[in-house]
């Protein structure tokens, strides 16, 4: 056999091998297998393609985009190339890299099927459901059976609420695929969306008997059984039985031991993707702002991409905040143990997106669970302790748990009421003359059973309406299903009046449409209930089976109205009848209710906090004495008292600072910029030395700047250890270029000086010189600042610099307007690549004229034809959101204290605390930049960079360990 044909078959086994790990998504195998292609075959656009395939299903896409460049370099006509280019900037969030790439597929092959579902994907994702639906109907029409396709096709019409769309979708996608779990599950939550709690069921069993291990189907069958009317508290404890044996662990992991000093403040881990305005972030941040600093740190383990207010409100009380989102379990555990966590507070449960399989290898000598997704005992092992009140777990439920329970005095939670709720208005039935019942929870809980209760109560109550409001009336379909249930029922459809989604402001203003809230059976309201109360609308509730049934009973309780939880129908509707039968002791009470709530315990924070304290610090101490976990239950007087036990644990007194209040300290006491590691500058062409930036620089000592000097015109600079300067180097792409030596020094540049025998930009030599690929710089520990001059050929520095700008904050590009340069970057291309890169162009800055008048007279008038420019790029506003909170510091950092940026400073550091912003603003009126002016700069806190080797090291490496002899002087 020839050595061609080798290399041929080869080839074919490999890509073979890929294919079949591809297949069944063993995307680590294919990436193995990708590399193999890439190093024998790289020659083969198929390599370049796998590579960067598989790198996007590892949630790579940075490394994928610099992988797909050289495919395109190999292949620039392939559309699939470009599809993939484009996925990889949506995970990016780059939308517009990513809009503009699937086009171009588009381009290149019309009929490139998935390239419609890729623009359908980022069309939604901007919210442009109409073009998402679009592009996924031209999809369609080139293969209507396409799983791909069909899956887009369920997503967009759920985020339109067209539901009856959405179950045609799922029908015809299991009758083309009827061997995905995955698939399944997708039907399963979409049926359970809907109230098809039957057919939910059915598809969640299909999809583990398919898989028996897929946790996230089996979570979410444990979750949605909580909405059966037809399932009792002992059904659900089967089905949760059934997942402990599955994903127990056959052996239990080892715990860290973080040390067993009883006394010590402990590191408390927040581990959620509820960490913003959500459930869990209303329900948990009053009270952890009300823990005493002295004892408790917090670090949070953020695993949802969406930030807002409430994650800023958290975040000044964190140590840590840790943006978890898409990382690996694996990246987790190695995170939580290396920070040595304490207690490990899970806020996720069986909810979309947990990380039970994580918590089940144990990475804290202490487990708790907490709200979220907090519907029963969660069947793991691994956690020790589930925090509760003695209305969610009445005595006696002590065995349904595998988790011991801390039983709260209290409620579980600490509502946190928005700032923006509207007033409460007056009685709905004094103005209107009917009565009008309420219930503004998600419609998966609202069943037959409970419809024929209601249409009892509404048959019972003259003249009575039924509100209906959430994001699945919007569909017409849906709508129908609720009114033909309640018709069958004996009540018309005009009496039950039903409204789609709306802001949140909006949301809370129907209560005041509302006379009395009807709770739904067997889920219950929780936060809906909060929200009820905190708008003047009382509450009835009949508690269901489980946890998850008797969150409005909790709440009732706590806020001081226990006669609104009730044993029976009977008694549910007798309850109702009795409210509305005198409507001026009604509308007395809807007056007072908001205050009632807030006075209550449902909203005592600091109450909250004192408990939730003393419930901790006690487990701990049991911990340490190496105890096993016992239940733990409060008396009157605040002492906690463990299980089996008689000595009653003191409440835990602190007279210190709150975090809350040391936060607030830390805002009031001044300004100061706080960053971990210097600012990195890489200045390509030595432009900051040449505008005597260097000596400003080295006097903050915040900045460690690196100077790639091409002509060596500054080689005579004594090397410090906030300066380094590589004479005779460039960056580039790698590969050996030329240095063209001029006349006049300063037009000697990489770039050839268009003709000039005579002038200064007349060539006198050419003279080798290395380059060196951003990319390739290993010993760089980040990249903060690029600035770039005009001699060099941007394009190629950027075009191998695609992992390294992926995380770098600022980019100054001095762009030549007037023709100096044979091949000189066009202004237009800069910005295009640029913002391929995630950059939005912010600025054009430094303007050089030159002047149209003979020599003797230009200098006695305006020079006025642009010459040259900065053009200053900051991240886009969606990339700017996935910066860390260190990196938007650092951002702003540098645009106040180097160019003065007020405004644009105070946007960065609002992001992540809104005092702080203000503040910067208060302290920093007449504040500029050191460039051009000079300006005194803030005072800023920096910790140390962890350095392995310098930079030096690494650039010594890429260039062989040795200079070129020809340099200038």
């Known amino acids: 056999m020839s050595v061609k044909a080798r290399s041929n078959t080869q080839f074919a086994r490999t890509r073979q091998a890929y294919q079949r790990a591809w297949d069944n998504r063993d995307f680590y195998s294919a990436e193995k297998h990708a590399r193999k292609l890439v190093k024998g075959f790289p020659e083969q656009v198929f390599s370049w393609r796998a590579l960067g395939a598989s790198l996007i299903e590892l949630k790579q896409p940075e490394n994928a985009l610099e992988t797909l460049a050289e495919a395109v ?114 039907a399963a939550v979409k049926h359970c969306e809907m109230g098809m709690l039957d057919k939910a069921a059915e598809y969640y069993q299909r999809a583990l008997a398919l898989r028996p291990d897929y946790l996230e189907a089996f979570s979410n069958h444990i979750f949605n059984a909580h909405y059966d009317p037809n399932l009792s508290g002992e059904d659900i404890a089967a089905l949760i039985a059934r997942w402990h044996k599955t994903f127990s662990p056959k052996a239990r992991p080892q715990r860290p031991d973080t040390g067993r000093d009883p006394q010590r403040p402990l590191n408390l881990g927040l581990l959620s993707a509820g960490l913003r305005n959500h459930p869990v972030g209303q329900m948990i941040t009053s009270a952890l702002e009300q823990l005493p600093a002295e004892q408790f740190r917090l670090i949070a383990y953020s695993t949802s ?212 809230a009807l709770d739904p059976w067997p889920y219950s309201g929780g936060l809906t209930t909060c929200e009820a109360l905190l708008m003047g609308v009382p509450v009835i509730t009949l508690p269901g089976p489980t946890f998850a049934g008797r969150h409005a009973a909790t709440h009732l309780v706590n806020a001081g109205l226990p006669e609104l939880v009730v044993d029976s129908w009977d008694a549910y509707r007798a309850r109702a009848r009795e409210l509305v039968s005198d409507l001026n002791s009604l509308a007395t009470i809807r007056q007072h209710l908001r205050e009632i709530l807030t006075i209550s315990p449902v909203c005592d924070a600091p109450r909250f906090a004192g408990h939730l304290a003393t419930a901790l610090r006690a487990i701990w101490q049991r911990h340490c004495t190496n105890e096993a976990p016992a239940a733990l239950a409060f008396e009157e007087d605040g002492r906690a008292v463990f299980d089996g036990q008689t000595t009653p644990i003191p409440a835990l007194e602190s007279t210190g600072p709150t975090l809350l209040s040391v936060a607030q300290q830390e805002a009031r006491s001044g300004f100061t910029f706080d960053f971990n590691g210097k600012v990195v500058i890489l200045d390509n062409g030595g432009r900051l030395l040449d505008e005597h930036m260097g000596e400003r620089l080295a006097q903050l000592s915040a900045f460690e700047l690196l100077v790639f000097d091409p002509a060596s015109r500054h080689r005579e600079l004594v090397q410090t250890d906030g300066l380094q300067v590589f004479p005779n180097t460039s960056l580039g792409n790698g590969n050996p270029t030329t240095l063209h030596a001029c006349l006049d020094p300063a037009i000697s540049a990489p770039l050839r000086p268009r003709q000039d025998t005579r002038g200064p930009g007349r060539v006198l030599t050419k003279l080798p010189l290395p380059t060196v690929a951003l990319d390739k710089i290993e010993g760089l520990p980040s990249l903060d600042w690029l600035t770039l001059d005009h001699r060099s050929d941007t394009t190629a520095i950027l075009m191998a610099g695609n992992k390294a700008l992926a995380s770098t904050l600022l980019l100054q590009i001095r762009v030549l307007i007037a023709p100096v340069y044979e091949g000189q970057p066009e202004f237009s291309d800069i910005i295009a690549k640029v913002q391929q890169q995630g950059f939005q162009l912010y600025r054009m800055d430094h303007p050089e004229h030159v002047s149209r008048l003979p020599a003797p007279l230009a200098a006695q008038h305006p020079a006025t034809q642009l010459h040259a420019i900065d053009l200053l790029f900051i991240p886009t506003a969606e990339r700017l959101v996935t910066l860390t909170p260190n990196q938007r510091e650092k951002l702003a950092f540098i645009l106040h204290t180097i160019f003065g940026y007020r405004d644009l400073v105070h946007e960065i550091l609002h992001h992540d605390n809104s005092e702080r912003a203000e503040l910067y603003l208060q302290e920093t009126q007449h504040d500029g930049g050191l460039w051009p002016t000079n300006s005194q700069a803030l005072h800023t806190e920096i910790s140390p960079m962890d350095r392995q080797h310098s930079i030096s090291d690494d650039i010594d490496r890429l260039l062989g360990n040795s200079a070129p002899a020809n340099t200038l002087h």
């Not at 484009?86 to 019309?110: F, G, M, N, S």
């Not at 449960?349 to 029963?376: C, F, M, Q, S, Y």
């Not at 709260?408 to 007056?426: M, T």
Request: proline fraction near 5%.
């Open 73 to 186: 370099r190999i292949a620039p006509e392939d559309a699939h190339i470009a599809y993939l280019r484009a996925t990889a900037y949506r995970a990016l969030k780059q939308w517009d890299a990513a809009a503009e790439a699937a086009t171009t597929a588009l381009q290149l092959d019309p009929k490139h099927t998935m390239a419609y579902v890729e623009c359908a994907r980022i069309q939604q994702a901007q919210g442009n459901l109409d073009s998402a639906l679009d592009s996924i109907v031209a999809a369609r029409n080139l293969q209507p059976d396409h799983v791909a396709v069909l899956t887009q096709s369920i997503h967009i019409h759920s985020s339109m609420r067209k539901m009856a769309d959405v179950i045609d979708d799922c029908e015809r996608l299991l009758s083309v695929e009827k061997r995905s779990p995955e698939l399944y599950n997708l």
């Open 305 to 516: 991409d969406t930030e807002d207010h409430i994650t800023r409100r958290l975040q000044r009380l964190c140590a840590d905040w840790h943006r978890m989102y898409g990382c690996t379990d694996d990246a987790l555990n190695a995170r939580l143990r290396e920070d040595s966590i304490d207690i490990l507070i899970d806020l996720s449960g069986h909810t979309d997106g947990n990380r039970l399989r994580l918590v089940a290898r144990e990475p804290a000598p202490l487990i708790v669970k907490w709200v979220g997704g907090l519907v029963n005992t969660t069947g793991l092992d691994a956690i020790d302790y589930l925090i509760s009140d003695s209305v969610e777990t009445p005595p006696g439920c002590d065995d349904q748990y595998y988790e011991k329970l801390i039983r709260l005095p209290d409620d579980y939670i600490c509502y946190l009421p928005p700032d923006y709720a509207p007033e409460v208005g007056d009685l709905p039935a004094l103005r209107e003359g009917n009565i009008t019942f309420g219930c503004l929870n998600n419609p998966a809980k609202i069943n037959a059973p409970l419809i024929e209760e209601w249409a009892r109560l509404l048959q019972e109550t003259t003249g009575s309406q039924l509100l209906l409001r959430s994001g699945q009336y919007s569909d017409p379909a849906f709508c129908e299903r609720i009114w033909q249930h309640f018709e069958g029922a004996g009540v018309e459809r005009t009496r039950i009046l039903i409204e789609g989604p709306a802001k949140h402001d909006e949301f809370l203003d129907t209560y005041n449409r509302i006379d009395i």
